[in-house]
């Protein structure tokens, strides 16, 4: 099982001092962040992807080549990638250069998006969201898989004989996860592709999580990938912890209680027994994460929100040093010794790899359209 955490890159006013980052100050911390979550032994960073501030979390790609060249191990996600108002031969060549540069730490959780506004941005509309997101990742999957592709839709302008360039590494493209918090075509969608399915749940009861993660699996085993309970499946949460849980509640409430995203409404302690939001010690926060497991079954990747509503670097990175030497390794076991044996682990570059007869050459040698040659030709 893969542990690790997620940003969605907010530009917060720390509530305590008044004082807001500066985007410099924020992007930088970003990297600090990964940094510091492979130092504590944790397996993945994701980043999100927003185009209108206050946040900072544009340009992934570019992100995580920075991060990617200053680490060594950690997976590096998206969460997301907005697949309908990006194009998908963007993404194909963006994120196919990202897996050769990182040696194939890399995969993706592609998401519509929920800021309205974004969408005319990039000659878009929200109301084709849905159809977009179908549209658009069945062309990256065909781009990622065929040397050769010939595309017809509704969204973009045909392509004819189109290769998208560098070919994915070892021949194997990198692992795509379906991120939904509420839209059942979306994890229908995974469900088809026997892609993994994330089910970000930091505002949702444990029975809409339920629900959505139950009607994956159901297609995932539909459709011939597999049985139900070997579906894909990874889960977003929220912590803040201290080593005594009421100085953690102290600490975070006037966080919670401006943040833009869940402040002004239901209390700390009403989101807390609503959510997956833990607030609290160590050991709760190992037991409740246990607990997601009584709801949707043996999964494969747990994603922390962490560096959110305002909280200082210096607090982020505390955080991370209690979540990577006190929960992560607790979690690793117990995790591991309530799985049975027929549950795969998170798919990797390796594993992939080895599930498609190892690995090939992926270049396609094709005439070049200005010379007349091909790359033969100049040996």
Same mark, same amino acid.
């Given at each position: 099982? *893969?542990?690790?955490?997620? +940003?969605?890159?907010?530009?917060?006013?720390?509530?305590?001092?008044?004082? +807001?980052?500066? /985007? @410099?100050?924020?992007?930088?911390?970003?990297?600090?962040?990964? !940094?510091?979550?492979?130092?504590?032994?944790? =397996?993945?960073?994701? +980043?999100?992807?927003?185009?209108?501030?206050?946040? %900072?979390?544009?340009?992934?790609?570019?992100?995580?080549?920075? %991060?990617?060249?200053?680490?060594?191990?950690?997976?590096?996600? +998206?969460?997301?990638?907005? %697949?309908?108002?990006?194009?998908?031969?963007?993404?194909?060549?963006?994120?196919?250069?990202?897996? @050769?540069?990182?040696?194939?730490?890399?995969?993706?959780?592609?998401? &519509? #998006?929920?800021? #309205?506004?974004?969408?005319?941005?990039?000659?878009?509309?929200?109301?084709?969201?849905?159809?977009?997101?179908? /549209?658009?990742?069945?062309?990256?999957?065909?781009?990622?898989? /065929?040397?050769?592709?010939?595309?017809?839709?509704?969204?973009?302008?045909?392509?004819? #004989?189109?290769?998208?360039?560098?070919?994915?590494?070892?021949?194997?493209?990198?692992?795509?996860?379906?991120?939904?918090? &509420?839209?059942? /075509?979306?994890?229908?969608?995974?469900?088809?592709?026997?892609?993994?399915?994330?089910?970000?749940?930091?505002?949702?009861?444990?029975? @809409?999580?339920?629900?959505?993660?139950?009607?994956?699996? &159901?297609?995932?085993?539909?459709?011939?990938?597999?049985?139900?309970?070997?579906? %894909?499946?990874?889960?977003?949460? *929220?912590?803040?912890?201290?080593?005594?849980?009421?100085?953690?509640?102290?600490?975070?409430?006037?966080?919670?209680?401006?943040?833009?995203?869940?402040? @002004?409404?239901?209390?700390?302690?009403?989101?807390?027994?609503?959510?997956?939001?833990?607030?609290?010690?160590?050991?709760?926060?190992?037991?409740?994460?246990?607990?997601? !497991?009584?709801?949707?079954?043996?999964? *494969?990747?747990?994603?922390?929100?962490?560096?959110?509503?305002?909280?200082?670097?210096?607090?982020?990175?505390?955080?991370?040093?209690?979540?990577?030497?006190?929960?992560?390794?607790?979690?690793?076991?117990?995790?591991?010794?309530? !799985?049975?044996?027929?549950?795969?682990?998170?798919?990797?570059?390796?594993?992939?790899?080895?599930?498609?007869? #190892?690995? !090939?050459?992926?270049?396609?040698?094709?005439?070049?359209?200005?010379?007349?040659?091909?790359?033969? =030709?100049?040996?």
């Amino acid at each position: 099982m *893969q542990f690790g955490i997620f +940003t969605v890159g907010d530009v917060t006013p720390d509530p305590t001092t008044g004082r +807001t980052p500066t /985007e @410099h100050e924020r992007i930088k911390a970003t990297v600090a962040i990964a !940094r510091k979550a492979e130092e504590v032994g944790l =397996d993945v960073f994701a +980043t999100g992807e927003h185009h209108n501030p206050p946040f %900072i979390a544009s340009a992934p790609t570019t992100t995580l080549a920075y %991060i990617g060249a200053q680490t060594e191990r950690i997976v590096l996600s +998206t969460a997301t990638t907005l %697949i309908t108002t990006t194009d998908p031969v963007l993404i194909a060549e963006n994120y196919a250069k990202l897996q @050769h540069l990182t040696d194939g730490r890399v995969d993706l959780m592609m998401g &519509r #998006g929920n800021t #309205g506004p974004v969408y005319p941005w990039f000659g878009k509309d929200i109301r084709d969201g849905i159809p977009l997101a179908i /549209e658009n990742y069945h062309l990256l999957h065909r781009l990622w898989r /065929e040397d050769v592709v010939s595309w017809e839709g509704k969204y973009r302008t045909p392509l004819q #004989g189109f290769t998208s360039t560098p070919r994915p590494l070892d021949g194997v493209p990198p692992f795509v996860w379906h991120g939904s918090i &509420r839209s059942p /075509e979306i994890a229908e969608q995974a469900a088809y592709y026997g892609d993994g399915f994330f089910a970000n749940h930091i505002f949702w009861p444990a029975e @809409h999580t339920e629900r959505m993660v139950g009607l994956y699996r &159901r297609r995932f085993e539909h459709y011939g990938h597999g049985t139900a309970d070997q579906a %894909i499946v990874g889960l977003g949460g *929220q912590v803040f912890m201290r080593k005594n849980s009421q100085d953690a509640v102290r600490e975070f409430r006037p966080y919670f209680d401006n943040a833009p995203v869940y402040g @002004h409404g239901p209390s700390l302690e009403e989101f807390t027994s609503q959510t997956p939001l833990t607030v609290g010690s160590p050991q709760e926060v190992i037991e409740k994460t246990l607990g997601f !497991r009584e709801y949707v079954g043996d999964y *494969q990747r747990q994603l922390f929100l962490m560096d959110h509503a305002g909280l200082p670097l210096k607090t982020v990175l505390e955080q991370l040093d209690l979540l990577g030497s006190e929960v992560v390794p607790v979690l690793r076991e117990e995790f591991a010794r309530l !799985r049975p044996a027929h549950v795969p682990d998170a798919p990797n570059h390796a594993s992939l790899v080895a599930a498609a007869g #190892g690995a !090939r050459d992926s270049g396609v040698h094709a005439t070049d359209d200005v010379t007349g040659r091909t790359a033969e =030709d100049a040996r």
